[in-house]
């Protein structure tokens, strides 16, 4: 049974940081990647992780405030957030895939969390 499960979201204040976990299981996965949804607007990419090379990218709106990570050789990732702002509020989505590449679209993950809400308060 596949399962992608993510937590670590909730309620914060500006300028603080929250940590975010995933941790997927079920397949031989080889990349991960977080995407956020704000109400009303488009899902959209944040940060992805090559498991081989430790490669990562981020989304320009988060470079230099959040940092993706993987635990040792395990399929658990960890996004921290640090200065967070407003903007950043969202429904946090981790999305694992078999491809060993960084994906920075969402169609090429196959398997996805339920989502972690994120509410950064001005």
């Known amino acids: 049974q596949v399962q992608v499960v993510e937590s670590g979201g909730g309620l914060v204040q500006a300028g603080g940081s929250l940590r975010l976990s995933c941790a997927a299981s079920g397949r031989t996965f080889r990349a991960m990647g977080w995407f956020r949804q704000a109400p009303g607007k488009e899902r959209e990419f944040v940060a992805a992780i090559r498991y081989s090379a430790t490669s990562t990218v981020y989304a320009d709106s988060v470079k230099g405030r959040f940092t993706l990570s993987r635990d040792g050789d395990k399929n658990n990732v960890y996004l921290q957030m640090n200065s967070l702002k407003p903007e950043d509020t969202a429904t946090y989505y981790c999305?694992?895939?078999?491809?060993?590449?960084?994906?920075?679209?969402?169609?090429?993950?196959?398997?996805w969390g339920q989502g972690t809400q994120v509410t950064v308060s001005s």
């Open positions: 999305a694992a895939a078999v491809v060993a590449a960084v994906l920075t679209s969402d169609y090429e993950y196959g398997d």
